[in-house]
């Protein structure tokens, strides 16, 4: 046999060839970054976990944070597949089929899932409950209101773990009056320029813009947040205000749980310095610091307290989620731009993450919840299952169209989701299959509306809040 090359085929051989090569080698060269990336991530995943000194865990926290903030996405097609978790469905495989059913199995089955992964139980201790009445003012907004404030202490020995509850009353309306109830980020005084507020004394995140300075509120802070709280509106639709400075209850960073009310678990003398894989984080103690303030309002006979909301916004919406779902007074709960950990699905991976989130803030939630950092498909729950330990309680969730990093769309999706739940107990659903045009709010027993604008509360969310609880409270 006469083999015959042709030049122009041996060309085309080689470029084949090499064509194949630079594939092989560019696969192997992914393959090695791909190895090197898991390492690093393993790696940075357990000096966090173990580290021994300050100055490690902030080095793998910042590592691990920068990693994950990388692959936040916002492009709805590359939203990974996934399947939600059916809340109707045991972890022994059977369908739930009336109320009795998820009220004795399924709902403590969810609920135990979420303290153990997610938000952490709280362990049993010791405290009493001391109330304090610091002032009321029976005149106060021009006459419009009465200001109540009052001190709940939880160690005479320690005051300063009290929580500062501020209360306004509207004059006008028949008492007992129903109330709304929120954490808020900067301090009573932050919420109304009324000067009869207590300042607070607390140490607060860092923020000039508002006048923090040196970690303290100033009186530039006063009122400086009333837009996210009209106060004015509240009392005018019959309501009673009800909040507390979130600090009040655990600060806001990771390494300063010593200042708030898990001091009271994790000590010397208890020999347990920090929580286990599985106790509470912030987010947990703030929910608990909003029970603690329910028990209040039960000695307050001008307060109707089977009839208070709780509200929170962005983490506090979070925390006011979690509070609802543990403790069954809350009578309505509504969730504003609350996101990840929050309202919006985790396994939609859509602005801020599980790897995001408790890199950013390792205090709020269970050490547990690492496990699932960029491994959300391997959590056994997801937030349309928080929502549905709401059941058969009103329960309103809101976004904002420009809020992209708290997922609009994985929002609605869990309040839509978790809808089963709620017909099981012959309640009306969210009246919506897909998500309702911007400033159109739907409600049903669970609520919902996207609103214009950005990540905040407004007139108009309040607006729609007091609107839903009107149709549940004044029937």
């Keep these: ?60 926290r910042s590592w691990l944070n920068r990693y994950y903030r990388e692959k936040v996405n916002y492009d709805e097609t590359l939203i990974p597949d996934y399947q939600l978790p059916d809340p109707l469905i045991t972890e022994a495989g059977r369908t739930v089929e009336d109320r009795a059913a998820w009220i004795s199995e399924r709902r403590p089955e969810i609920l135990e899932m979420f303290e153990h992964y997610v938000y952490g139980k709280v362990p049993e201790f010791d405290y009493e409950v001391i109330y304090k009445t610091r002032s009321i003012d029976p005149e106060a907004l021009g006459g419009k209101a009465t200001r109540k404030q009052v001190a709940v202490l939880f160690d005479e020995n320690r005051p300063d773990l ?65 837009e996210r709280w009209q106060v004015e509106k509240i009392l005018e639709r019959g309501y009673a205000l009800v909040t507390a400075y979130a600090g009040d209850i655990d600060p806001d960073e990771y390494n300063r749980m010593h200042q708030g009310v898990r001091s009271l678990v994790y000590n010397e003398q208890n020999k347990q310095t920090e929580p286990a894989s599985d106790e509470w984080g912030t987010l947990a103690a703030w929910a608990w610091g909003l029970s603690r303030m329910l028990d209040y309002l039960e000695t307050d006979e001008k307060i109707d ?6 509200m929170g916004h962005s983490r506090l919406g979070k925390a006011a989620l979690w509070a609802g779902a543990a403790d069954e007074r809350f009578a309505i709960v509504i969730s504003n731009n609350s996101g990840c950990g929050g309202a919006a699905l985790s396994s939609r991976r859509f602005g801020e993450t599980i790897g995001v989130i408790n890199t950013s803030f390792p205090h709020w939630f269970t050490k547990n919840f690492n496990l699932f950092n960029g491994r959300e498909e391997t959590l056994p729950v997801d937030q349309h299952m928080l929502l549905s330990l709401i059941a058969p309680r009103p329960l309103y969730v809101a976004s904002a169209v420009e809020d992209r990093w708290a997922d609009p769309e994985g929002e609605f999706l869990s309040a839509r989701e978790a809808s089963p739940v709620y017909e099981l107990f012959g309640l009306q659903r969210l009246p919506a299959s897909s998500m309702p045009e911007i400033d159109n709010p739907v409600m049903g027993t669970i609520g919902y509306h996207i609103r214009s604008g950005g990540h905040a509360v407004t007139a108009y969310d309040w607006e729609k809040y007091l609107d839903f609880a009107d149709k549940f409270f004044n029937d």
């Design 1 to 60: 046999m006469i083999l015959i090359f042709s030049p122009h085929k041996s060309i085309l051989c080689l470029m084949i060839v090499s064509f194949c090569l630079i594939g092989f080698l560019c696969l192997e060269s992914a393959r090695g970054q791909s190895n090197a990336e898991a390492d690093s991530v393993s790696y940075f995943e357990g000096l966090m976990e173990q580290a021994d000194t300050p100055e490690d865990f902030e080095k793998a």
């Design 162 to 226: 009290a929580v500062e509850i501020l209360i306004y009353l509207p004059n006008h309306a028949p008492k007992p009056v129903p109330a709304m109830m929120g954490l808020n980020f900067y301090g009573n005084q932050a919420v109304h320029s009324d000067d009869g507020i207590r300042m607070s004394e607390k140490w607060m995140r860092p923020n000039e813009n508002i006048g923090i300075r040196n970690n303290r509120a100033t009186d530039e802070t006063r009122g400086v947040y009333s």
């Design 305 to 310: 307290h089977q009839r208070t909301a709780v």
